[in-house]
């Protein structure tokens, strides 16, 4: 397979250089990637240059460009090499990223450490009682997060209650799918597809997976079964990505109202009942006992 290479050049960087933490822009472009997930995608950099350059706006992204804004942690300088932009299907070579960013202390400066604010006769060395302080920290942090999860799932609970009905998870999506032919706003319908499809996915496996990535879709219909996971991938990623697709080619007027409803649509459709029909498949398997 060809690697896709897109050329990168920097911009915005101001008349005295950079220092860390600094915004900067950075413009790639090159070779089309149709199916590129516009919305979400990240950059891997080797281990040692992980923290040389982070993404903290998306300006703008297409199938064959991305404008960033981003900003680098480590002073240096020179070409950055093997930065890979992906986003998790699709895997991009980004060259030609050069900069060089100056550290915040000025050349001939030491860094000298704050004066201990401790009283002069402590019954506790200083290290000791910052390490105490350190673990009480971390105690408070570990109870905030059991917190914020138990509430978290209080609300799921509560909200899954709301979408119980007599029909099965697999039922109610097909049942769904007859109702949002009916629609004829492509907008409000392939909003309602995607809605219906993770309320399937939700009450399928109680778990909270209305804003949750393809990624996390994928990981929890799977179950952690490496064999699932390979036969869901490719029709979850597919799925999830036409969502996205068709969503922002209706919102540029790119796909219009007529093809929507006669073509694009029904493909859709019929992409979410074969999904709909794997993920109850793979149910079923699992619930068979071994022979």
């Known amino acids: ?52 350059l982070r993404i903290l706006e998306n300006k703008g992204a297409s199938s064959n460009s991305v404008q960033l804004i981003v900003t680098s942690y480590v002073p240096g300088e020179g070409e950055l090499r093997d930065v890979v932009l992906t986003d998790g299907q699709n895997r991009i070579s980004l060259n030609g990223i050069q900069f060089g960013v100056a550290s ?95 309320i399937f996915l939700s009450r399928s496996f109680e778990a909270p997976l209305m804003d949750a990535s393809a990624r996390r879709v994928l990981t929890t219909i799977s179950r952690r079964d490496s064999r699932v996971r390979v036969r869901l991938a490719p029709l979850t990623i ?11 080619s209706l919102d540029k007027d790119q796909l219009n109202a007529t093809e929507a409803l006669n073509v694009t649509l029904p493909q859709v459709h019929e992409l979410v009942r074969e999904f709909g029909e794997r993920v109850k498949s793979e149910q079923n398997k699992k619930r068979r006992p071994s022979s």
């Open 104 to 198: 915040v202390i000025k050349q001939g400066e030491e860094a000298k450490p704050f004066p201990s604010v401790a009283p002069v006769n402590m019954m506790w060395p200083t290290y000791a009682i910052a390490a105490l302080g350190g673990l009480l920290l971390f105690i408070v942090f570990i109870a905030v997060v059991v917190l914020q999860r138990r509430s978290r799932r209080r609300k799921f609970q509560a909200w899954l209650e709301t979408t119980k009905t007599p029909l099965s998870p697999f039922d109610q999506l097909n049942k769904d799918l007859r109702r949002a032919q009916k629609d004829r706003n492509p907008v409000s319908q392939i909003t309602e597809l995607e809605k219906m499809t993770r």
């Open 238 to 248: 597919r799925l999830f990505g036409e969502f996205e697709r068709v969503r922002a």
């Open 1 to 52: 397979m060809t690697p896709i290479i897109w050329n990168c050049e920097t911009g915005g960087i101001p008349s005295e250089g950079l220092t860390v933490g600094a915004p900067f822009e950075l413009k790639c472009s090159g070779t089309e990637v149709p199916d590129f997930n516009v919305s979400r995608f990240s950059l891997e950099l080797q281990k040692l240059d992980k923290y040389r």
